[in-house]
Structure formats: C-alpha cells, structure tokens
C-alpha cells in the first residue's frame, strides 16, 4: 500500500506488513513488492511476467464508483483510505495475472478488489448494510480465531483445510457483495458474509489456482499453523 508520510522523509513510500512476506517466505517463497505505479502501465504486465504468482494484500478501501455509483452518500462516506493509483494498479495487476495465467491469492482488501475488478459488488459498510451482522471489525484480535466458517465442497478452502468448517480471525468492515460471474463463495459466516471466493468450478477446470481469503491467514501462522496451508498451497501452485 502507499503511505502518505513515509518514515525516511515523510513522503509518499510503499509499505507492507511484514506478517505477509513472513508467511510466503515460511511457506518457501521470495517476496518481492510491487509499488503502485499505474501511469506506467507495461509495468503490471513486465512485474507480472517476472513472477510465479501475485498476491494481493490487504488496505484501505476501495473507490465506491468503481462497484457502485449510485451510492447513497451516507454509505459512500463509510469508504475510508480511498487510493486511486492503488485501485487501479491492482486491476492492472489482475487483468495481467489472468492473461498470464499466473496464480493469485488475495488476502483481506484482496478479494474485494477481484471481485469487484471482475465485475461483482462491494458490501461499503458492514454495519451499515447488514445491521444484523456480526461484528467482523475486530482488528485488536487479529491474531485471534474469533468466528467460525463453512467450507463449499469440492472447493480448494476444503482441500486447504480438511475439514467442513473452520475459526478464523476478523478484521474487516466491508465484505465481497453480489459474486462475479466467474466466482463463486466458499467460505461464509452463518450471517452470510463471504469469507473466501474461488473460481466457479467450470472457470476453475482449466485456469490456475485462485483463492481470495477475507481473514487474515498470515497473522495466525504461529499459534495456529494450520493457516500457513493456505501459503505452502499457493507457493506450491506456484
């Protein structure tokens, strides 16, 4: 993501968590970032074809016109952190893993911009939309399994884990909305929010491995190491 005070000079510096880089070099990866730099745009293509597979991390919000631009205004004002050059360099960044065929996993903010950049819905504001919700912002237990989630059969969220249902950490006030034509739900919550999307299984016949995961995997490798699963599996589709 981009920082708008950097901690060198105080401008505009690309940062990450490093809990995403530790996770891909656990699971036996070399993590190399990609800053947002949309004007340039054989960039994308050239960082795409240099790589195995791209990730997408999580962020800020995306731009509400880019799903929804009828918005009601009290729910567009939900939308914080709004990067445009970060929006639109992630599409970028998307259109070129598929063409490619490269693996892609998407973590938190990740799925939301794929489904979206693949022509489906956002959910703005959690509360606001789905007031019988339970409360997925629980950024001060991000390393905490604190729902639980049904697995789709047949889906690679089932082959991860192994089992039909698991816990999971939660971070999040905006969630996918209505799927893309060629995703599908595998993972939700019993009040119906979407905790992981994949490739409809026809899509997913004869195309690479594609996981977006809403929760944060990365933050439970070491108290729950059944989560790094989902790193050594895309790494390995890799």
Not at 126 to 132: A, N
Request: charged share 25%; with cysteine.
């Amino acid at each position: 993501m981009t920082e708008h005070k950097g901690a060198e000079f105080r401008d505009r510096s690309t940062s990450l968590s490093f809990w995403y880089t530790r996770a891909l070099a656990r699971a036996g990866a070399v993590p190399l970032l990609a800053p947002n730099l949309p004007e340039h745009k054989h960039l994308a293509r050239d960082m795409v074809a240099r790589a195995d597979g791209v990730m997408l991390t999580g962020g800020d919000d995306l731009q509400t016109d880019l799903y929804d631009p009828d918005l009601p205004r009290h729910i567009k004002a939900k939308a914080g952190g709004v990067d445009a050059e970060r929006d639109l360099f992630e599409f970028q960044l998307i259109e070129q893993a598929l063409q490619q065929r490269k693996p892609m996993l998407a973590i938190c903010r990740g799925p939301q911009v794929l489904n979206v950049s693949l022509g489906g819905g956002l959910v703005t504001d959690i509360s606001t939309e789905r007031p019988q919700a339970m409360n997925h912002a629980r950024k001060g237990e991000a390393h905490k399994l604190v729902h639980a989630v049904d697995l789709a059969t047949n889906s690679l969220m089932r082959k991860i884990f192994r089992r039909a249902s698991i816990r999971i950490n939660s971070a999040h006030h905006q969630a996918v909305g209505e799927l893309a034509p060629m995703l599908r739900a595998t993972a939700q919550t019993k009040d119906g929010i979407i905790e992981a999307i994949e490739l409809t299984e026809a899509e997913a016949k004869n195309a690479p491995f594609l996981l977006g995961i809403q929760f944060h995997p990365e933050r439970l490798i070491d108290t729950h190491p059944e989560f790094l699963r989902v790193f050594k599996s895309f790494v390995k589709a890799c």
